[in-house]
């Protein structure tokens, strides 16, 4: 693929991370290690393939605990009636971003927003980044606790 710089890198990772996550989602009787082992690598540089493996696996693991933070946040709305893609780039920020900050919050959420103008549907981008908003306004310290909220993370579900 070339040479590529970090911040690319990091982009083609998440992209396929976010692919791997949404299988996962589908295909529930299927394992990280075997969704991973079946994407085709060979055209990937290793750092792509080493961060979106940690990206996958990260996420994996701390599921439950991400998925608790969406269902004490997200008004009305069911993390299994959200888009696949939406909740997997959802997903993804929360644990890139809030659990591990291995990126600061701000650059999670404009990562995921950009994966789901890509992969999701016309109202995916607005809808991601009005959960993760409220849930960075609501978790991070001086946060305002869903003060001011557009609203975009309330639904019906």
Request: with cysteine.
């Amino acid at each position: 693929m070339g040479r590529q710089t970090l911040p690319q890198r990091r982009r083609r990772a998440r992209e396929i991370a976010l692919q791997l996550m949404y299988e996962l989602d589908l295909r529930s009787n299927l394992s990280p290690e075997e969704a991973m082992a079946m994407f085709p690598w060979e055209n990937e540089s290793p750092g792509v393939e080493e961060y979106a493996r940690s990206l996958v696996s990260a996420s994996v693991e701390r599921g439950e605990e991400i998925d608790d933070i969406l269902r004490e946040h997200i008004v009305g709305w069911r993390t299994e009636r959200m888009v696949a893609v939406d909740r997997a780039a959802i997903r993804m920020a929360l644990c890139e971003g809030l659990l591990t900050e291995n990126v600061p919050i701000a650059v999670a959420i404009s990562e995921a927003v950009e994966l789901t103008k890509m992969f999701g549907t016309v109202e995916s981008s607005r809808f991601v980044n009005g959960v993760l908003g409220r849930i960075v306004r609501s978790e991070r310290p001086g946060g305002r606790g869903g003060e001011g909220d557009s609203g975009a993370a309330e639904g019906e579900g």
